[in-house]
C-alpha cells in the first residue's frame, strides 16, 4: 500500500508516490487542476493501491496560517469529497524552493516528493 502527496496550485497539482514499504518518495506526475482533476486523481489512487494522502500545506515563515493556506484548507475540503481516504497535512515551507532547480514540468511532482519525504521520515 502507497501513500500519494500532493503539492497543490491554482494551475497544477504535483503528485508524488511512496514505495511499498512507505520509506521512499518519489515524484510521479503534474496533473492540471482542471474539472478533470478529481476523475484522474481516483484512477490513479486505483491503479497505485494509495491508502492515504499527504497535502503540502504553505505556512508563512513564523509557522502561521496565510491566504494560500486557507486556499488548501477549501481544497482540501473538496477532495475528502471526491476521494475515500484518509488525508493529513504536512508543512511545504521551502519544498517550492528546493523544487525551483527542475524545469517547469516536474517541479510540482519533484515539490510533492520533498514534502511527502519529509512526511514519510517524520512518522
Known amino acids: 500500500m502507497k501513500i500519494l502527496g500532493l503539492d497543490y496550485g491554482l494551475k497544477w497539482v504535483g ?21 478533470r482533476f478529481f476523475l484522474r486523481l481516483n484512477e490513479i489512487i486505483k491503479e497505485e493501491g494509495i491508502y492515504k494522502i499527504i497535502i503540502g500545506l504553505p505556512l508563512g515563515k513564523n509557522m502561521k496560517p496565510t491566504d494560500q493556506t486557507t486556499e488548501v484548507e477549501n481544497w482540501a475540503e473538496k477532495l475528502i469529497k471526491e476521494v475515500d ?29 520533498i514534502l511527502l519525504q519529509s512526511y514519510l521520515d517524520r512518522v
Request: charged letters at 20%.
Open 15 to 35: 503528485l508524488a508516490v511512496s514505495d511499498d514499504g512507505g520509506g521512499m518518495a518519489f515524484a510521479y506526475q503534474t496533473l492540471e487542476n482542471n474539472s
Open 85 to 113: 481516504l484518509p488525508i493529513d497535512f504536512e508543512n511545504e515551507i521551502l519544498t517550492s524552493k528546493a523544487a525551483d532547480r527542475y524545469d517547469a514540468k516536474n517541479q510540482h511532482s519533484v515539490a510533492a516528493a
